[in-house]
Structures are given as structure tokens and as C-alpha cells.
């Protein structure tokens, strides 16, 4: 009896064993499968089956028909097409074009951050405006009155906001962003690098500040921070303007007023609104690698790319959503600029020289508009 009742106990424990491994059984080959997914698709970025089978776009790989499958969507994705399979993709040769724009840009702000010596060790990297998005694996570094409002609301919608809550929210942007999406470090950005598109959106400098100051100042809501600024600038150097006939009338500040005040700021060293800081402060863009760099007088297309390239079209679209207010032409850029001094312009000139000289930007045509006086020099 004894043997008997020994025999059966071990029999019971060998069943018991394999019910719990046929049990356990699915969920392992699952995990199983989840990792090789994710390793075979993002730790490289590059190889999904062997690298002779694919052609290679900035140094990811993708099969000569266009198609290519993603772990965060159930259905097979297209790049591209001959033609386009979903409205606002770009077809197969303008994809290629944007392309190596692309391959020039990178190469153009590595060649001037080393010409520059902003890649030195001496500078220091600057993480705080970085918004990283692991589930579709984007980094962007947000760059104010750069279409910023378009790519806030998306990176939004990536993080699994709705779109009818967005466009009914009277919350900030920003700080529903802010909810989600962490202040990184500098570490977080290089590690989230090696398996992510990272992109950033360049304007021209001068034009950024026009904007910037039509929306901030002359289209400040009433009793908000920015109209207090207004009243403040009013307040110091509407006064130097005493023998300029008629003197300004306006509410706000007048453009050579705002000017004025933003290079005393700098002047003073003390730190600039958000809304018109050079992009090279916010960015650092020596000290991080950018995958796509898209500029504002390319941005339908720079951004379709993008979206293509990091397979978000079934997640955002190529919307401009400008919550700027009043006009912003070419024409009224002018207007504004032909109120400045050229010692105005040569202090605008070296606030920005970095977003100038590191994104290929040139201010010559801006000296044939502003008006003389005793000095000026610039380069």
C-alpha cells in the first residue's frame, strides 16, 4: 500500500505539472513573440528579414515594395505607393527628394556645429523642450512659433488623447502635453535615440520674431502675462520715441519698442520669453543627433515625410493649425522691419546668429529695408 499510494502521489505531481505548463504554455510563446516583434522592428530600426532584401532610407531599411508592417497598428501599412495609397502621402519620387534634403540638412548643421565648435564639450545639451513618445517612438524638440500649435496637437493625439477632446478643450496645449509626456534629461533623449526618429522644426529667425510678436503682443488676450509685458515695454521706452513725429498711438507696443526690449533682456542676461529665445538655446541641436529637420518654408512636405517615415498616417495628419492671430505675409514682415534701425537689426543679428548661420539662413534682404544710421556691421 504504501508503494501504491507513493506511486500515485508522483503521478499526481507529473499531472499537475503538465496542466500548469499547458497553462502557462500560450502566454509564454506570446511574450516570446511580442520581444522578437519588438526587436526585430525597433532595437535596430533597420532590418526586418536580412539586409540584402531592403533599400535604405537614412539608415532605416525597407523592402523594394513599399511595404512595411509596425507592432503598434493590425494592418499592413504602406510608405508609399506609385500614386499614394491614402490621401497626403507622397508618392515614391518625392519621398526620395525629401529625402536627400534631408541628407543635406544633416550634413550642413554637422559641418557647421563643428566649424562653429558647438559640438565641444565646452557646451552643454538642453533637454528641458523634448517631448518623447515611446509607443510610436518619435522625439521632437519643441520649438515656439514653429508650427508648434500642429505638433503639440499631435503629439497629443499620440498620446492617446481624442481629437473631439482636444477641439473642444480650453486647456493649454502645453500642459495637457506635459501630462503624458515628462520633462527628459539628457540621458532619457540619447538612450530613447537608438530606437527613434528624432525631428525638430526651423523657421526663419527674423520671421519667427514677427510672428511671435503679432500673436504675444499685438494680439495679447487682455490682463494676460504677455499684455502686462506690453504695458511694461510701453511704459520704458515709448518715452525714446518723443522726437519721432507722430509719436506711436497704439495700445501696444510698436515693433521698434519690442525690439528694443528684447535686446536689453539679452543684454542684461537675463533669460528670454519662450516665444522668441533662439532655437539653438531651446534645442541645442549640436549636442543631439536629428533624423529629420524640417524647415517652415518646406513644411507640407518636410512634414508628410516625416509622418510617412515614422508610419504615422494613421495617427496624425499633415494639418496646420496656426493659432496665430491676424495676418503674418511676407508683405506685413516687412512693414515691421522697416521701422527698425540697422543697429537694431545688427542686435537681432547676433541674438540669432546660431539659428542663422546653423539652419543656412541669410539676413541680407533684411538691410535693404530698415532704415540708416551711423553705424552697422554684421557677418
Known amino acids: 500500500m504504501g508503494r501504491r499510494n507513493l506511486s500515485m502521489m508522483r503521478l499526481g505531481r507529473c499531472v499537475a505539472f503538465l496542466a500548469a505548463a499547458a497553462f502557462l504554455l500560450p502566454f509564454t510563446i506570446l511574450l516570446m513573440v511580442a520581444d522578437q ?85 565646452s557646451h552643454k545639451a538642453y533637454a528641458w523642450e523634448y517631448l518623447i513618445n515611446r509607443q510610436y517612438h518619435v522625439i521632437w524638440c519643441n520649438i515656439f512659433k514653429a508650427a508648434s500649435t500642429s505638433w503639440m496637437y499631435n503629439f497629443n493625439l499620440m498620446a492617446n488623447y481624442t481629437a473631439a477632446f482636444l477641439d473642444k478643450t480650453k486647456e493649454v496645449p502645453l500642459e495637457l502635453a506635459r501630462r503624458k509626456y515628462a520633462r527628459p534629461t539628457v540621458e532619457m533623449i540619447k538612450k530613447a535615440q537608438q530606437d527613434s526618429i528624432s525631428f525638430l522644426i526651423v523657421r526663419h529667425p527674423l520671421e519667427r520674431l514677427a510672428s511671435a510678436y503679432n500673436d504675444k503682443i499685438v494680439h495679447a488676450w487682455p490682463k494676460s502675462f504677455h499684455d502686462k509685458m506690453g504695458q511694461r515695454i510701453i511704459k520704458k521706452y515709448r518715452k525714446l520715441l518723443a522726437n519721432v513725429q507722430p509719436v506711436p498711438t497704439e495700445r501696444y507696443p510698436v515693433f521698434e519698442e519690442f525690439v528694443a526690449y528684447v535686446l536689453d533682456e539679452r543684454k542684461a542676461k537675463r533669460a528670454l520669453d519662450m516665444h522668441w529665445t533662439p532655437y539653438t538655446d531651446f534645442c541645442t541641436p549640436c549636442k543631439f543627433n536629428f533624423d529629420v529637420i524640417i524647415k517652415f518654408e518646406t513644411l507640407d512636405e518636410d512634414q508628410r515625410f516625416l509622418i510617412q517615415l515614422a508610419r504615422l498616417q494613421d495617427v496624425v495628419k499633415p494639418e496646420w493649425r496656426n493659432s496665430g492671430k491676424g495676418a503674418n505675409t511676407l508683405h506685413n514682415i516687412s512693414h515691421l522691419y522697416s521701422r527698425l534701425k540697422k543697429s537694431q537689426l545688427d542686435g537681432l543679428y547676433k541674438l540669432y546668429r546660431y539659428d542663422f548661420q546653423l539652419f543656412n539662413y541669410t539676413i541680407d534682404s533684411y538691410y535693404e529695408i530698415v532704415q540708416e544710421d551711423e553705424t552697422s556691421n554684421h557677418g
Open 37 to 121: 516583434q519588438y526587436h526585430l522592428t525597433y532595437n535596430s530600426k533597420r532590418v526586418f528579414y536580412q539586409e540584402s532584401d531592403f533599400y535604405k532610407i537614412n539608415g532605416t531599411y525597407y523592402a523594394p515594395t513599399f511595404v512595411i508592417t509596425t507592432p503598434t497598428l493590425s494592418r499592413t501599412q504602406y510608405l508609399y505607393e506609385n500614386g499614394t495609397h491614402d490621401e497626403g502621402l507622397l508618392t515614391r519620387d518625392k519621398f526620395m527628394e525629401v529625402n536627400s534634403r534631408m541628407d543635406a540638412r544633416r550634413e550642413f548643421l554637422r559641418s557647421e556645429c563643428s566649424r562653429l565648435r558647438l559640438d565641444s564639450s
